[in-house]
């Protein structure tokens, strides 16, 4: 057991090194980095593709897409005109900073305004991981159930923001939004909460605002 947590502390020790460097990359680019993180199907990339319609070229974005197999996401990305690279773990339940600094020496994604990472969908593994991002986003959808802030607390208490999508379903599924509200609350007094719909658009404009400002202040803070 000791040495099961001795590994993992020096696998993470690594991490935190390249994260660091990859922060400092960024950091000289001018880039926001998001990392997005959730359960398998809770809409991050449906999120990202209203994202970039909304963005409408304003801003430019990048996406890096982390999953087990296949370039689906990637390509959805593609398609609306905006570059996006895919990394496969082939298998591992988190992206680490290594295959992010591999996967940017790859693929033309910088610069860019924004770049946003999808992480492998769980709430589990890429909690612990940094990748040199700004800050992470929990996503959160209503149909998957609102225990989950409570079954998985560590990844809301950590992310920055939580966007809560698939707003639309309200009306069919049993989602207690102010329980969810209050616990996100008590987990992460700081944290951001935005409440969105993909599909319908709405909400989207204010967590685009946020990410507008975010950029801004970023950059303010470089000067
Ligand atoms: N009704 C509704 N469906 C959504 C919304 N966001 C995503 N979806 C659907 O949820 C499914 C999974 O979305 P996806 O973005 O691929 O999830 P990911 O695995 O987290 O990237 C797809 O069928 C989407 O069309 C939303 O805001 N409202
Ligand atoms: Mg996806």
């Not at 390249?18 to 990339?45: D, E, H, M, W, Y």
């Not at 940017?104 to 940094?130: H, M, R, W």
């Not at 991002?133 to 920055?160: C, M, W």
């Not at 207690?176 to 989207?204: C, W, Y």
Request: with cysteine; aromatic share 6%.
């Amino acid at each position: 057991m000791e040495h099961v947590i001795k590994v993992k502390r020096k696998a993470l020790a690594a991490n935190d090194e390249a994260a660091a460097r990859l922060r400092q990359q960024f950091q000289s680019a001018g880039s926001l980095v998001v990392n997005l993180i959730s359960s398998p199907g809770s809409g991050k990339t449906t999120l990202l593709e209203a994202t970039i319609k909304y963005l409408d070229g304003r801003l430019t974005a990048a996406v890096l897409e982390g999953d087990i197999a296949t370039e689906r996401d990637a390509d959805r990305i593609r398609a609306l005109g905006v570059p996006a690279h895919q990394i496969l773990t082939g298998g591992a339940c988190h992206l680490d900073a290594r295959q992010v600094i591999g996967a940017l020496e790859k693929s033309q994604l910088l610069p860019a305004d924004l770049l946003f990472i999808e992480n492998v969908g769980n709430l589990i593994c890429p909690t612990t991981y940094d990748l040199g991002e700004d800050f992470k986003v929990a996503v959160l959808s209503t149909t998957e159930g609102d225990d989950k802030p409570f079954k998985y607390p560590a990844i809301f208490a950590r992310a920055q923001v939580t966007v809560i999508t698939k707003i639309d379903l309200l009306a069919y599924v049993p989602f207690d939004m102010n329980a969810v509200r209050e616990h996100l609350a008590g987990l992460n007094p700081s944290g951001r909460v935005f409440e969105v719909s993909s599909t319908t658009g709405v909400g989207i404009e204010a967590w685009v605002d946020y990410l507008g400002a975010r950029l801004e202040h970023k950059r303010t803070e470089r000067t």
